[in-house]
C-alpha cells in the first residue's frame, strides 16, 4: 500500500491517491484531473474509486470527470442529495481496493454530510485516516460554512456539536499510532490555526490540538466559532458546483477568450488587473481594481468578486494569463472570464504618490480606513479615529467611506490595503493613498 499526497500550496489543499496492487482509490481530488491520471499510469494502475469527503467550498473538485474518463465509481454520503450518478459511503461501509479497504466513517461538523475514510492495511488493522475537513493538523474544521449553502443547511452552533460528537465518540477512539491525513493545510479558511505539518498522527493530535482537548461541549462550541476567518463570496458556489460536477477542466479553461491588447472591453463589466502594484501604478484602465498576481491570487478574487459577476482579467503576459486562468478555474470561476488580455494600451490612470512624510507629520489631515479582518481589528487598533470595514466586504460598502479628506489605507503588512486602494480610488473622486509596508512602523 501507498499514499500519495498532492497538495496544492495557492489553496493549502491535500488529496490523496491510495495504491495497492494495481488499483487507485483517490480522495477528495483538485480540479486539474491529469496529475492523478499520470500517477496512475506511472504505476500502472487503475483508478477504481474516487471519494468526496464532503462537498467543499473552498476549491472545486474533478471527481466527475475524473469519473467519466476512468469509469471509476463516485463514493459519497447519501446525505450530500448530488446531481451525479454515486455510490453511498456512510457509517460502515467498506471499498476494496487491492489488498486493502477503505471504510467510512460519518463526521458531520465541518458540514452535515462530512465523512472521514479509515485505510486499513493487509492485514485489515487501522492504519491511517483521511480526515477531509474534520480533523486538521492543529485544528478541526469550521462549522460556519454551510449556513447559507449547500442542499443541506445546518446553524453553526448545531454544527460545532456535531463536531465535538465526531471528534469524541469517532475519532479520539481511534489508536494513537493511526496517521492523519487531512484535506488542508496552514493557509486554508477552512479553519482557523492549521499547522505547517501535512501529516500527523492521532496520538500527536491528542496531545497538541487544542480543539481535541478536554472540554465540556458549551466549552468547545464556543472556543470553535471564536475569530474564524472570512468567508469569501465564491465559497457557497463550489459547494453547488461541487454537488452538479463541475465541467471538464482543460476544455473550460481553453473556451476562455484571449483578446488583443487593443481591444474594446465592454461598459459596466469589471475589470480585474492582476500585474504588480508598481506596474498597475504606473498605468491601468480607469475602474478597475488590482488584485496582483499572489499566493493566494484566487482566493481573493473569490473574496472580492461574486460567484454571478463577469469580468475582464489582465495579466503581464500572455503566459501569465494562461497560468492564471488555470488557477481561477480551481475556484471554478474560468466561465465568469468575458477576455483575458495584456497590459492594454490605453491603460492610462496612474496611481498618485504617497507622501508619508506628510502623512506621518499629521495623520489628521487624512481619513484612515482599516481594511484588516475582525479579529485583527479587536485585538489592536492601529489608528484610533480610523474606519474600518474588511477587504472582502468593501466594494459593497464604499458608500460608507468618507471623502472630505483625501483616504489612506492600512491592513497589516501591505497586500490588502494595495487591493483595497485600487478598488476604493475606482469609485471615489477623492485621492486614495496606500500606506503599504509603512504599516510596520506603528
Known amino acids: 500500500m501507498k ?67 476512468t469509469g471509476a465509481g463516485i463514493y459519497v454520503s447519501s446525505l450530500l442529495n448530488p446531481l451525479y450518478d454515486f455510490t453511498p459511503f456512510d457509517e460502515g461501509d467498506t471499498i476494496s481496493i487491492g489488498k486493502i479497504k477503505l471504510r467510512a466513517i460519518n463526521t458531520p461538523g465541518h458540514s452535515p454530510d462530512s465523512i472521514s475514510v479509515i485505510i486499513t492495511d493487509e492485514d485489515g488493522k487501522d492504519y491511517a485516516l483521511a480526515s477531509g475537513d474534520t480533523l486538521f493538523i ?60 501535512r501529516v500527523s498522527t492521532i496520538g500527536q493530535q491528542r496531545k497538541e490540538n487544542y480543539a481535541l482537548q478536554p472540554m465540556s461541549e458549551e466549552k468547545f462550541v464556543e472556543t470553535l466559532l471564536q475569530d474564524q476567518p472570512m468567508i469569501p463570496k465564491y465559497f457557497g458556489n463550489s459547494v453547488e ?84 486562468i488555470r488557477r481561477i478555474a480551481k475556484i471554478g470561476y474560468e466561465g465568469l472570464i468575458k477576455g483575458a488580455l495584456t497590459n492594454p494600451d490605453n491603460a492610462n490612470e496612474k496611481v498618485s504618490e504617497f507622501d508619508y512624510e506628510a502623512f506621518k507629520e499629521n495623520s489628521s489631515f487624512f481619513n484612515i480606513l482599516d481594511v484588516r479582518n475582525f479579529g485583527e481589528r479587536r485585538d489592536r487598533v492601529i489608528f484610533e479615529k480610523s474606519e474600518f470595514i474588511p477587504l472582502n466586504q468593501l466594494r459593497e460598502r464604499l458608500d460608507e467611506i468618507k471623502t472630505d479628506k483625501p483616504i489612506v489605507i492600512h491592513c497589516a503588512g501591505g497586500m490588502r490595503s494595495a487591493i483595497a486602494q485600487s478598488i476604493v480610488q475606482s469609485k471615489k473622486d477623492t485621492q486614495v493613498f496606500d500606506l503599504g509596508e509603512k504599516v510596520r512602523e506603528y
Not at 489553496?11 to 495497492?20: C, G, K, Q, T
Not at 491570487?297 to 468578486?305: C, K, M, R, S
Open 3 to 69: 499514499i500519495e499526497q498532492f497538495y496544492d500550496e495557492n489553496l493549502a489543499h491535500a488529496s490523496y491517491a491510495i495504491l495497492s496492487e494495481n488499483e487507485i482509490a483517490l480522495i477528495d481530488p483538485a480540479r486539474d484531473p491529469h496529475p492523478y491520471f499520470q500517477y496512475a499510469e506511472k504505476n500502472n494502475a487503475t483508478i477504481k474509486a474516487v471519494i468526496e469527503t464532503h462537498p467543499h467550498a473552498d476549491f472545486v473538485s474533478s471527481h466527475v470527470e475524473i469519473s467519466k474518463k
Open 138 to 197: 492543529g485544528d478541526v474544521g469550521r462549522p460556519d460554512l454551510r449556513e447559507n449553502a449547500g442542499a443541506i443547511q445546518k446553524a453553526r452552533q448545531d454544527l460545532a456539536r456535531m463536531m465535538y460528537d465526531s471528534i469524541h465518540e469517532k475519532l479520539l477512539k481511534l489508536s494513537d499510532d493511526v496517521l492523519v491525513y487531512p484535506a488542508h493545510g496552514a493557509g486554508s479558511l477552512c479553519g482557523k490555526a492549521l499547522s505547517q505539518e
Open 241 to 324: 458546483l461541487n454537488r452538479k460536477g463541475a465541467p471538464d477542466f482543460e476544455a473550460s479553461i481553453a473556451a476562455v477568450p484571449m483578446l488583443d491588447k487593443n481591444s474594446k472591453l465592454e461598459e459596466n463589466i469589471l475589470v480585474v488587473d492582476s500585474r504588480s502594484k508598481e506596474n498597475y501604478g504606473k498605468g491601468h484602465l480607469k475602474g478597475s481594481i488590482n488584485i496582483p498576481d499572489c499566493k493566494s491570487f484566487e482566493t481573493w478574487l473569490g473574496a472580492i468578486v461574486g460567484p454571478d459577476e463577469n469580468f475582464y482579467l489582465i495579466c503581464e503576459s500572455e503566459e501569465k494569463c494562461n497560468e492564471l
